[in-house]
C-alpha cells in the first residue's frame, strides 16, 4: 500500500508537471516562436543597415536622425548582402521540427525577404535608367561617406568640388529640359534620387559647418548655391514625367501610376490573396448585388420604394449640429459596446476601453478624406467655422448619426484601436509582417459581423451601414479597373457618386487619397477581402463549434498583424511546408 501511495504521488507530481509544461509551452507561443529570434534580428539589422548609409537630418532636437531617401548604389548593395546572409539562415533552420508558429514565422520572413530582394532589383535596374541624367551623384556620395567616421575635410576642396558640382547640375538640368518626356515611374525615381543626393549633401554640411573653422569658411556659399540648384533640378524632372503610358488624361486633375495586371497579380501573391483582379471585381460585383436587395428594403421601409437615394438622402440630411459631434461619437460607441457585450462577442480589454482619444481632424485634413480616421484616437471629420457654407454641408451629411454607426466601433473598439492594444502586447515582432488585409480586414470584419448579428434595427441604420458595405465594394471595383488601365480617375468618382451615393467633393477626395496618397495599389482592396477572409474564417470555426465567439476573437488578435492564410494556418493547425503558395479560396462564388 506504501509503495502504491508512493507511485500515485510521483505519478500526480508528474501529470502536474506536464500539465504545468504544457501550459507554459502555450504561454510561451503566445509570445514567441523559433524563428522570432531570426524575425527581430533580421528587421533590425535592414534598420541598422538603412539608417547608418542614410543621410543625416537635423529634427530641431539638437541632434540628427536619419532621412527616408532613395538608396544609394552603395546601400542598397549592403541591404541585398543582409538579404542573402539570412536566407542562408533559414535555409539551415530545421523546419519540419518546428512548431506551427515557426513554421508560419519562417514563411512569412522568407517572403519578406524574397519580396525586399525582388524591391532592390527592381530599384537598380530603374536607377541604372536615370543615372545618365546625374552624372555628378558620386562625387556627393563619396562626400558623405567621408562624413560617416567624421573625416578632417579640406574646406577649400570641398568648396571646389562642389562648385565642379554645380556646373554639372546646371548642364543636366539644361540637357533635361531638351527631352520631350520621361516615363512618370522613371521621373519619380530621377526626383527622388536628386532630392536624396541634396538630402545627403545637406547632412554632411550641417555636420561640418561651424564645427570646422576652415570648412565654415570655404563651403557655405557653394553649398547653399549647389542647395537651390539641386531642389530645381528635381523639379524639372518631375516635370517631365507623362502619363499617357500609364494613366489615361481626365478632366480630374488626379494623377497616379497605374500598375497593370502582372504586378497586381504579384502583389496578390505576396499578400496571400489567390485570386486573381478579374475573380475579386467579380467577388466585389456579387457583393454589391446584395447590398442593392438589402437597400431597396430599407428604401421601401422608409416609403422611398425603390428610390433608394431619396432613402439615402433623407438619411445624410439627419446629420447632427455643429458642436455635437463629439458626443455623438460617445454615444455610438457605447451602442456598439453594449451590443458586443450582450451578445458575448468580445471581452474589452480595461485600458483599451480606458484610453481611445478624440481628434478634431483639420480643414486640410478634409479635402482628402471627408470621414473618420483612427488609430489609437478616432479623428473626427466635421465642420470648422473656416470652410465654406457648401463645404460646412457636404462634411456633416456625409458623417450624419447612420454613416457614423459604422466608423466608430471600426477606428476604435474592437477596431483599430484595439489592434493596437493588441498588437503591441502580444507577438510584436510581427508587425513586420503586417498587412492592410489583416489591419483593414479585421475592422471591417466588425462592420459584416454587427450587420449579420441585426446592429442595425431601424431601415435608416441599416442604409448608414450599407453606403459603407457599398464603399468597400467600390473600392475594390475602380482600384483594381484604374490600375489595370480601364479605367480614369474621373470615372472612379462619377461611380462611387453614381452607385454609392456620394457626396461628389468627397468622392473626390477617396479617389485622390486612393492613387496619390501614397497607399499600396491594393490598400483599397483589403477592407472588403480582408474583412470577408475573416468572416470565411468565423464561419470555419465559430459556426462549426470549434470555437466561441471570444475565442475566436481573443486568439486572431493574439497572433498579430499577418496575411489571414497564416492566421488560419495557426488556428487550424495546418501541414505547412518550407515553399508554401497562397491557395486558400475563401470566397462561395455561387
Same mark, same amino acid.
Given at each position: 500500500m506504501r509503495l502504491f501511495s508512493i507511485f500515485l504521488l510521483t505519478f500526480l507530481a508528474n501529470a502536474t508537471a506536464f500539465a504545468q509544461s504544457s501550459k507554459d509551452k502555450f504561454n510561451l507561443y503566445e509570445q514567441t516562436s523559433e524563428t522570432a529570434g531570426l524575425v527581430i534580428r533580421y528587421a533590425q539589422d535592414i534598420r541598422a543597415v538603412r539608417g547608418f548609409y542614410s543621410p543625416m537630418a537635423s529634427g530641431g532636437r539638437g541632434f540628427a536622425s536619419p532621412a527616408n531617401v532613395l538608396n544609394s548604389p552603395e546601400q542598397r548593395k549592403r541591404l541585398n548582402d543582409i538579404d542573402q546572409n539570412y536566407l542562408k539562415k533559414l535555409a539551415g533552420m530545421d523546419f519540419n521540427a518546428m512548431s506551427i508558429y515557426g513554421k508560419v514565422d519562417y514563411i512569412l520572413l522568407k517572403r519578406n525577404i524574397d519580396d525586399h530582394v525582388l524591391t532592390l532589383s527592381q530599384e537598380e535596374k530603374e536607377y541604372a535608367q536615370i543615372e545618365k541624367y546625374i552624372p555628378f551623384a558620386g562625387k556627393i556620395y563619396d562626400l558623405e561617406k567621408s562624413r560617416r567616421r567624421g573625416a578632417t575635410l579640406d574646406g577649400q576642396k570641398v568648396a571646389g568640388d562642389l562648385n565642379d558640382v554645380l556646373k554639372e547640375v546646371k548642364a543636366s538640368a539644361e540637357a533635361f529640359k531638351k527631352l520631350e518626356s520621361i516615363d512618370m515611374p522613371l521621373a519619380t525615381l530621377g526626383e527622388e534620387a536628386v532630392n536624396g543626393i541634396e538630402a545627403r549633401l545637406k547632412g554632411t554640411y550641417e555636420f561640418y559647418n561651424g564645427y570646422d573653422p576652415l570648412f565654415t569658411w570655404w563651403v557655405p556659399k557653394p553649398y547653399k548655391t549647389l542647395d537651390s540648384t539641386l531642389?530645381?533640378?528635381?523639379?524639372?524632372?518631375?516635370?517631365?514625367?507623362?502619363?499617357?503610358?500609364?494613366?489615361?488624361?481626365?478632366?480630374?486633375?488626379?494623377?497616379?501610376?497605374?500598375?497593370?495586371?502582372?504586378?497586381?497579380?504579384?502583389?496578390?501573391?505576396?499578400?496571400?490573396?489567390? @485570386?486573381?483582379?478579374?475573380?475579386?471585381?467579380?467577388?466585389? &460585383?456579387?457583393?454589391?448585388?446584395? =447590398?442593392?436587395?438589402?437597400?431597396?428594403?430599407?428604401? !421601401?421601409?422608409?416609403?422611398?420604394?425603390?428610390?433608394?437615394?431619396?432613402?439615402q438622402e433623407k438619411v445624410k440630411n439627419s446629420y447632427v449640429k455643429a458642436g455635437s459631434q463629439p458626443e455623438l461619437i460617445m454615444k455610438l460607441y457605447n451602442d456598439a459596446k453594449e451590443f458586443i457585450l450582450k451578445n458575448n462577442l468580445l471581452d474589452y480589454p480595461e485600458i483599451a476601453d480606458e484610453t481611445w482619444g478624440m481628434q478634431m481632424m483639420s480643414p486640410e485634413r478634409q479635402l482628402v478624406n471627408p470621414f473618420f480616421l483612427g488609430g489609437r484616437d478616432i479623428i473626427i471629420s466635421y465642420p470648422t467655422n473656416t470652410m465654406?457654407?457648401?463645404?460646412?454641408?457636404?462634411?456633416?451629411?456625409?458623417? &450624419?448619426?447612420?454613416?457614423?454607426?459604422?466608423?466608430?466601433?471600426?477606428?476604435?473598439?474592437?477596431?483599430?484601436?484595439?489592434?493596437? @492594444?493588441?498588437?503591441?502586447?502580444?507577438?510584436?515582432?510581427? &508587425?513586420?509582417?503586417?498587412?492592410?488585409?489583416?489591419?483593414?480586414?479585421?475592422?471591417? @470584419?466588425?462592420?459584416?459581423?454587427?450587420y449579420d448579428k441585426g446592429?442595425?434595427?431601424?431601415?435608416?441604420?441599416?442604409?448608414?451601414?450599407?453606403?459603407?458595405?457599398?464603399?468597400? =465594394? !467600390?473600392?475594390?471595383?475602380?482600384?483594381?479597373?484604374?490600375?489595370?488601365?480601364?479605367?480614369?480617375?474621373?470615372? =472612379?468618382?462619377?461611380?462611387?457618386?453614381?452607385?454609392?451615393?456620394?457626396?461628389?467633393?468627397?468622392?473626390?477626395?477617396?479617389?485622390?487619397?486612393?492613387?496619390?496618397?501614397?497607399?499600396?495599389?491594393?490598400?483599397?482592396?483589403?477592407?472588403?477581402?480582408?474583412?470577408?477572409?475573416?468572416?470565411?474564417?468565423?464561419?470555419?470555426?465559430?459556426?462549426?463549434?470549434? %470555437?466561441?465567439?471570444?475565442?475566436?476573437?481573443?486568439?486572431?488578435?493574439?497572433?498579430?498583424? %499577418?496575411?489571414?492564410?497564416?492566421?488560419?494556418?495557426?488556428?487550424? &493547425?495546418?501541414?505547412?511546408?518550407?515553399?508554401?503558395?497562397?491557395?486558400?479560396?475563401?470566397?462561395?462564388?455561387?
Open positions: 531642389l530645381a533640378y528635381a523639379k524639372i524632372i518631375k516635370g517631365k514625367g507623362k502619363l499617357n503610358t500609364t494613366q489615361k488624361d481626365d478632366v480630374s486633375g488626379i494623377k497616379g501610376v497605374p500598375i497593370g495586371r502582372d504586378e497586381l497579380i504579384r502583389q496578390l501573391g505576396t499578400e496571400m490573396i489567390s @485570386y486573381t483582379p478579374d475573380e475579386l471585381i467579380e467577388l466585389a &460585383n456579387k457583393e454589391f448585388a446584395w =447590398c442593392d436587395r438589402e437597400l431597396l428594403k430599407a428604401s !421601401a421601409e422608409m416609403g422611398f420604394g425603390k428610390e433608394w437615394k431619396k432613402a465654406a457654407h457648401e463645404d460646412k454641408l457636404m462634411s456633416m451629411r456625409g458623417n &450624419n448619426p447612420y454613416f457614423s454607426r459604422s466608423t466608430v466601433h471600426h477606428e476604435l473598439v474592437p477596431g483599430h484601436h484595439l489592434q493596437y @492594444y493588441m498588437s503591441s502586447r502580444y507577438k510584436s515582432y510581427r &508587425n513586420d509582417f503586417r498587412t492592410p488585409f489583416w489591419t483593414e480586414g479585421w475592422a471591417l @470584419y466588425w462592420e459584416l459581423l454587427l446592429f442595425a434595427k431601424t431601415p435608416e441604420e441599416r442604409i448608414g451601414m450599407l453606403f459603407w458595405r457599398m464603399h468597400r =465594394c !467600390a473600392r475594390i471595383i475602380f482600384s483594381l479597373n484604374y490600375h489595370l488601365g480601364k479605367w480614369t480617375p474621373q470615372e =472612379c468618382i462619377d461611380f462611387l457618386v453614381d452607385r454609392v451615393g456620394h457626396e461628389r467633393a468627397n468622392a473626390e477626395g477617396e479617389v485622390r487619397r486612393s492613387f496619390e496618397g501614397n497607399y499600396s495599389p491594393l490598400y483599397q482592396v483589403a477592407y472588403l477581402i480582408g474583412g470577408l477572409q475573416l468572416f470565411s474564417l468565423k464561419k470555419e470555426l465559430v459556426d462549426s463549434g470549434k %470555437m466561441s465567439f471570444k475565442q475566436f476573437h481573443d486568439t486572431v488578435m493574439k497572433e498579430n498583424n %499577418m496575411p489571414i492564410e497564416m492566421v488560419r494556418a495557426t488556428l487550424t &493547425n495546418q501541414s505547412l511546408k518550407p515553399d508554401f503558395k497562397t491557395k486558400w479560396k475563401f470566397y462561395d462564388f455561387k
